[in-house]
Structures are given as C-alpha cells and as structure tokens.
Nanobody, 122 residues
Framework: QVQLVESGGGLVQAGGSLRLSCAAS????????MAWFRQGPGKEREFLAA????????YYADSVKGRFTISRDNARNAVYLQMNSLKPEDTAVYYC???????????????WGQGTQVTVSS
C-alpha cells in the first residue's frame, strides 16, 4: 500500500507554469506506475499523464501533450507534473494516482492522493 500527497497547486495567470509534486510513502515507490488526473468544476475526472513503474515510458492525454511533462524521482519517492502554457480551462483539482506494477493506463489506479487545486486566471 502507498500513501500519496500532492503539493504545488495555486493561482497562476494564463500562459504561466506550475510544477506539481506528489510524495509517496509506504510501499516501495519504484514498483508503482504513477499518473496524474484532474477534475474540473462540473466535469468528470480526466486522465492527464502516466509514467511506467520502470521509468522507461510515459503516456499523455492529447489535451495536454506538448504542454505537460510527467517525471519521477525514485530516490525521492516522488512524481512531478510540469505544466506550461496554462489555460483557464486547466483549472481543476489535480490528483496523483498509483498502481503497483501497473501498465501505462488511463484507468484502474488503486491509490489516490487528496488533490491540489490549480486555478488559472484569464
């Protein structure tokens, strides 16, 4: 079992950047495929990006490809989401998620953090 805590959210102007962090504790982090999701007001939860547990592959939703970058640091038990060229429609609560030995997938994650709010002003 792994516990996840997101940080780094906040208020940013359109066109700006933010870097979200997700700190993991508990089970061995390096065994988990990690992902980022978001849920905007009145919207369903949306997959954004995933990084394979081996660290050798990533996968992005089309909506963020080229603007967002997922990375992991197994030495720090952390996964990051670098977000550039932010738009007002990126406003949402952002969550990290984990699945032990999981594939690069948009679904079926077992562990979730509490989320961090990102607000992009126009």
């Amino acid at each position: 079992q792994v516990q996840l805590v997101e940080s780094g959210g906040g208020l940013v102007q359109a066109g700006g950047s933010l870097r979200l962090s997700c700190a993991a504790s508990g089970d061995s982090f390096r065994m988990y495929t990690m992902a980022w999701f978001r849920q905007g007001p009145g919207k369903e939860r949306e997959f954004l990006a995933a990084v394979f547990w081996t660290g050798t592959g990533t996968y992005y939703a089309d909506s963020v490809k080229g603007r967002f970058t997922i990375s992991r640091d197994n030495a720090r038990n952390a996964v990051y989401l670098q977000m550039n060229s932010l738009k007002p429609e990126d406003t949402a609560v952002y969550y990290c998620a984990a699945k032990k030995f999981g594939p690069l997938s948009t679904t079926l994650y077992d562990y979730w953090g509490q989320g961090t709010q990102v607000t992009v002003s126009s």
